[in-house]
């Protein structure tokens, strides 16, 4: 599944961004897995301990040798990602079909990294896109309540700002 910048080309919101960022759902303890696949694919692993590098941060980052462009892969085990693959949108790009993350998701997603980029980035989907705002605001509850957070409170602000 794509996220990040790349996931709102598939909701008609042009974004300039370096790099992709695809969610998988594999264990970090499949990265051989991975590592295969960007042999196949011809793409740079960015790290020279990758195995260890995953484990440590679940993701493999990685760069296409004829673009320089970098794919970051995020590997997945919790419940909102889980749930978040399962939500994706599937966009038939000229002969393959590529899964998004659903509007809700990337806004989860973007509301967490929370740089002013990522905010903007909301603020576009929120004015182009029908939002579930209960999902949104279920999965910010329940972060809260695991990381001690206020996520729920700050997107209930940013919410309020706009209207």
């Not at 295969?36 to 590098?53: D, G, H, R, V, W």
């Not at 993701?59 to 995020?74: H, M, N, T």
Request: glycine share 4%; with cysteine.
């Amino acid at each position: 599944m794509i996220i990040g910048g790349s996931a709102l080309l598939a909701y008609s919101i042009p974004r300039l961004t370096k790099d992709i960022d695809i969610t998988i759902s594999l264990a970090p303890e499949d990265v051989g897995k991975i590592i295969k696949i960007c042999k196949k694919l011809n793409l740079k692993i960015l790290t020279s301990t990758p195995e260890s590098f995953v484990r440590k941060t679940s993701v493999l980052p990685a760069q296409d040798k004829k673009s320089g462009f970098r794919i970051d892969f995020i590997f997945s085990t919790s419940e909102y990602e889980k749930q978040a693959l399962k939500r994706a949108k599937r966009f038939q790009l000229e002969n393959s079909y590529v899964r998004f993350a659903s509007p809700e998701d990337i806004i989860i997603h973007k509301f967490i990294a929370g740089r002013t980029r990522d905010i903007e980035d909301i603020k576009n989907l929120l004015a182009k896109q029908h939002i579930d705002f209960a999902y949104i605001k279920s999965w910010l509850k329940k972060f809260d309540q695991a990381l001690s957070t206020s996520y729920l409170k700050e997107f209930e602000k940013l919410i309020q700002s706009l209207t």
